[in-house]
């Protein structure tokens, strides 16, 4: 059996490097030939904040030399779209000209927040139908998350959720050494305007901390034109002397990094859809490395710290507040929520164990 795992983004966004790369390599240790195919990768395609440079015409250059590869492979390959997005094209028609199964992986939610179709037909969001549209004609969904999962079977019943998980051998704590501070921790990118929103709360909830622990620090490592714009008010912040601010750091350099945070944070301020449909990497990185997490109470988090033993589930600012400076004055407490997020990543969410199910997937198809 074979798998051709198509992306549009590069090794070093979390969708390509966990769900594609990743998998793949998980697959393969279970009788699957998994290869990947993605368009920066194989291309020289543009992602991430750059591929708003490229045009409608780079696109459909991109595609058609895809299309010209994804062709030769055989009629029993199965081809795994992640995400809907113009790579989208080239899979589909090679697939319907050689009649490949598909399988539609989806992890985020890149459609309008409330989609309608008027007068009963026509969508205000095109990618909604065509999400739809590849919904129904796929012979399986992959969904990452539970709200994906419930919003996916309305179109194909044949779905299951397969949570992004974390690769537990390089997310591997070392010993604690405990140190002067507390240190917590935000790591990701900041595109868009929500997430630098996000950013700015956490600064608010840290500012208040700090008031009352002189012993805590921030860490804030990431990459984005917004997460930059964060850079600069840091500037005027009044515990700027305890906030450290990182840029992008690679992937393979991240489980060195969490080794020397102790508290990882999640905020997300706006109850949308898009934050109930994504599946929290960095919040499994933490967990990996036997690190409490602080989460707002949305979206998938709920489902992996619902009864709150391996991290916090904070509804508001308070709440927030509340969790950082708990943790910040009991350190026999950030000891116990990280050893149990340990145990809960290395049962669930861990890439062998997820690998195999995936694998089962494919074999049933």
């Not at 145990?343 to 861990?350: G, L, Q, T």
Request: hydrophobic letters at 40%; aromatic letters at 12%; glycine letters at 6%.
């Amino acid at each position: 059996m074979k798998a051709v795992f198509i992306t549009r983004e590069g090794y070093a966004l979390s969708g390509a490097r966990v769900r594609c790369y990743n998998f793949a390599r998980e697959l393969c240790r279970h009788g699957v030939d998994a290869q990947v195919f993605s368009f920066p990768e194989q291309l020289g395609a543009k992602f991430g904040e750059h591929e708003f440079q490229m045009s409608f015409y780079d696109k459909a250059v991109l595609n058609l030399r895809a299309f010209q590869a994804l062709v030769r492979e055989p009629q029993d390959t199965i081809f795994i779209l992640q995400r809907v997005n113009y790579h989208a094209a080239a899979p589909l028609f090679a697939a319907l000209l050689k009649r490949n199964r598909v399988v539609f992986d989806c992890d985020d939610w890149n459609i309008r927040e409330n989609p309608v179709y008027h007068l009963g037909f026509y969508p205000s969001s095109k990618m909604e139908y065509v999400t739809r549209r590849i919904a129904k004609r796929a012979r399986a969904c992959i969904a990452a998350s539970k709200f994906l999962e419930s919003y996916l079977f309305d179109f194909n019943p044949a779905v299951h959720y397969l949570p992004t998980g974390v690769d537990t051998d390089l997310f591997c704590p070392k010993a604690d050494l405990p140190g002067p501070g507390v240190i917590f921790s935000w790591i990701g990118t900041a595109y868009h305007e929500e997430m630098g929103a996000n950013l700015r709360f956490l600064l608010d909830c840290f500012s208040e901390v700090a008031d009352r622990h002189g012993h805590v620090a921030l860490s804030l490592a990431g990459e984005g034109s917004y997460f930059d714009a964060i850079k600069k008010e840091i500037s005027g912040h009044k515990h700027k002397e305890k906030i450290e601010i990182l840029s992008w750091i690679s992937p393979d350099k991240v489980p060195e990094y969490l080794s020397n945070i102790d508290v990882g944070l999640l905020p997300l301020i706006q109850d949308t859809k898009f934050n109930r449909a994504k599946s929290p990497t960095k919040l499994f990185e933490y967990m990996s490395m036997a690190k409490p997490t602080i989460a707002s109470d949305i979206g998938e988090a709920k489902n992996i710290l619902g009864d709150q033993e391996a991290g916090f589930l904070a509804k508001n600012r308070n709440e927030f507040i509340s969790a950082m400076c708990r943790l910040a004055e009991n350190t026999p407490l950030r000891r116990k929520m990280g050893s149990k997020a340990k145990e809960d990543v290395e049962k669930k969410y861990s890439l062998k164990v997820l690998g195999r199910q995936l694998a089962d997937i494919l074999k049933s198809l």
